[in-house]
T-cell receptor
Framework: SQQGEEDPQALSIQEGENATMNCSYK?????LQWYRQNSGRGLVHLIL?????REKHSGRLRVTLDTSKKSSSLLITASRAADTASYFC???????????FGAGTQVVVTP | DTEVTQTPKHLVMGMTNKKSLKCEQH?????MYWYKQKAKKPPELMFV???????INESVPSRFSPECPNSSLLNLHLHALQPEDSALYLC????????????FGPGTRLLVL
């Protein structure tokens, strides 16, 4: 069963705008990860945030984690057409031995 | 080298065929994974190998048979598949455990006729 739910399911923005997507989960975790998938290709790891961290940055990406609300957000600033992809959050715990993926957010960035 | 390779890229097979998917990584990772992904859905975990031993089997039908010949290679043997098994099959690896960053291959697009 899916641990994470993502919101929105789809997002359409113009180049230069910011894109924000949210992930909620149900049980305690060790870390939360975000992955990007371009159409029909493999997933690419974007960022990992541990349960004792609140915010993390990587280039144009900003991830927040609120363990009290069991939620995370991914912000992509100054989006580009190349950011068009599906974005998945994935939660993990050393007890599960695996990642639990959310349903994903499809992002379309138009020039 | 942070690459996971998968062959073939595309595969078309009949329901009576036997075929294999191959995955290789040279990052020294000791955990490897097979996922199945349908269109517009997240990846679904099928199998996990940890230190070359099968550690997780997510109740996958026996027509899918994984094999880990060594720490760099992972195979998925396919036999008597059904049309509903058509999907993108992804291989991934991580340093030692499933809670870590996983590195994914480009996938094999499988069509079962």
């Amino acid at each position: 069963s899916q641990q994470g739910e993502e919101d929105p399911q789809a997002l359409s923005i113009q180049e230069g705008e910011n894109a924000t997507m949210n992930c909620s989960y149900k049980t305690s975790i060790n870390n939360l990860q975000w992955y990007r998938q371009n159409s029909g290709r493999g997933l690419v790891h974007l960022i990992l945030i541990r349960s004792n961290e609140r915010e993390k940055h990587s280039g144009r990406l900003r991830v927040t984690l609120d363990t009290s609300k069991k939620s995370s957000s991914l912000l992509i600033t100054a989006s580009r057409a190349a950011d068009t992809a599906s974005y998945f959050c994935a939660t993990s715990s050393v007890f599960w031995g695996k990642l639990q993926f959310g349903a994903g957010t499809q992002v379309v960035v138009t020039p | 080298d942070t690459e996971v390779t998968q062959t073939p890229k595309h595969l078309v097979m009949g329901m009576t065929n036997k075929k294999s998917l191959k995955c290789e990584q040279h990052m020294g990772h000791r955990a490897m994974y097979w996922y199945k992904q349908k269109a517009k859905k997240p990846p679904e975990l099928m199998f996990v190998y940890s230190y070359e031993k099968l550690s997780i089997n997510e109740s996958v039908p026996s027509r899918f048979s994984p094999e880990c010949p060594n720490s760099s290679l992972l195979n998925l043997h396919l036999h008597a598949l059904q049309p509903e098994d058509s999907a993108l099959y992804l291989c991934a690896s991580s340093q030692s455990g499933g809670w870590e960053t996983q590195y994914f291959g480009p996938g094999t697009r499988l069509l079962v006729l």
